[in-house]
């Protein structure tokens, strides 16, 4: 049993390469300040904008600027960690404001059985998930997000990294720039329906990805996390609309928990709730207001995290937006 990092992410060694510039530091934690929003909802509406019914407050907190890379989930590997024989401590990765949030043992069995099962399982299957972006030694890959995560996966390195799986309402507050209600993380006017390759990797209404210019989807459409600034967040993080999908610590039910204050919906069901889109999901699933069910056992070559924190006072570091 390894117990929790320490607060703060584990980054020590690992080479700045993220972020437009190629040299921001892969670890940048930017923080969110929280307020009151409407779950589900963009101002653009036609459909897709959800509605005004289910009202929320989020705390502050700091949400990672960039998607898990390959790089950092080396080093948890390399740290031995996320196996059933080194699983997070009972209560490892919990929401300070959420209880019951932390890692589950009886979640141990969902983990990869030990290091070898482990890099079977970050290959997802090359044939049916051929966008894997995981390789067994460094490569090309280091600044691209990691995918083929499981929810379980993605809990067990959030802990380790000192931090946690966000709340699907932290996760959607920071996407939809709060009560700005936008529509894509970058639009300005919050209803602007602006979507290109600028912005987001996605694919178009024929399911050809964008990113590359090539139609067929490759690994080269998970693109270097942060080299797409022009669809920077509110409050400057990459990539929440397109690339790699991500894990939110919430079960999904067909309604948002109401009235929610730093609320999370933990039931004990099988679905949880990915966000974001992904590089060969269509426009709207970029959407803020876009939430998809996943087995949480589930694999995929474009479902990946990204950490949240708590607020720290000024140790969360800085990036060169």
Same mark, same amino acid.
């Given at each position: 049993? %390894? ?5 703060? /992410? ?8 993220? *972020? ?9 934690? !930017?923080?969110? /300040? ?28 700091? #949400? ?22 080194? /699983? ?8 300070? $404001?959420?209880?019951?949030? *932390? ?21 997802? =299957? ?35 990294? *000192?931090?946690?799986? @966000?709340?699907?309402?932290?996760? =959607? ?10 529509? +894509? ?9 602006? %979507? ?5 990797? +996605? ?9 590359? &210019?090539? @139609? ?7 693109? /270097? ?10 409050? &400057? ?14 079960? !999904?039910?067909?309604?948002? %928990? ?12 099988? #679905? ?6 992904? $590089? ?32 720290? *006072? ?6 060169? %937006?």
């Amino acid at each position: 049993m %390894i117990d929790a990092a320490p607060p703060g /992410p584990q980054c020590a060694g690992l080479p700045a390469t993220c *972020g437009a510039s190629g040299h921001d530091d892969c670890c940048t934690s !930017l923080v969110v /300040p929280g307020g009151a929003y409407f779950r589900g909802y963009d101002v653009a509406g036609d459909g897709n904008g959800g509605t005004t019914e289910a009202p929320a407050t989020v705390s502050a907190f700091e #949400l990672d600027k960039f998607e898990v890379t390959v790089g950092r989930y080396r080093a948890f590997v390399a740290a031995g960690a996320g196996t059933q024989a080194h /699983p997070p401590a009972a209560g490892a990765g919990a929401h300070a $404001a959420i209880p019951n949030s *932390g890692w589950d043992p009886t979640w141990n069995a969902q983990l990869p059985a030990d290091r070898d099962a482990q890099l079977a399982a970050l290959a997802c =299957n090359s044939t049916l998930e051929p966008l894997a972006t995981w390789t067994d030694a460094p490569g090309a890959n280091e600044n691209r997000p990691v995918t083929c995560l499981s929810w379980y996966d993605a809990m067990a390195f959030c802990a380790w990294d *000192g931090g946690f799986v @966000p709340s699907e309402a932290e996760w =959607n507050f920071a996407a939809a720039g709060g009560d700005e209600q936008r529509a +894509y993380p970058w639009s300005s006017p919050p209803g602007d329906l602006t %979507i290109d390759p600028a912005h987001a990797s +996605y694919a178009d209404a024929d399911g050809r990805c964008m990113a590359d &210019g090539q @139609p067929t989807c490759t690994p080269a459409d998970l693109r /270097p996390v942060g080299s797409a600034p022009a669809g920077d967040g509110r409050w &400057g993080h990459a990539d929440l609309a397109g690339n790699a999908a991500e894990w939110t610590l919430d079960a !999904l039910r067909s309604k948002y %928990i109401t009235p929610c204050t730093d609320c999370a919906d933990l039931s004990a069901i099988d #679905l949880r709730v990915e966000r974001g889109g992904a $590089a060969v999901t269509f426009a709207t699933s970029a959407r803020t207001g876009a939430r998809i069910p996943r087995a949480a056992a589930r694999r995929e070559s474009v479902i990946g995290v990204r950490c949240a924190r708590d607020v720290s *006072g000024g140790s969360h570091r800085n990036s060169d %937006i």
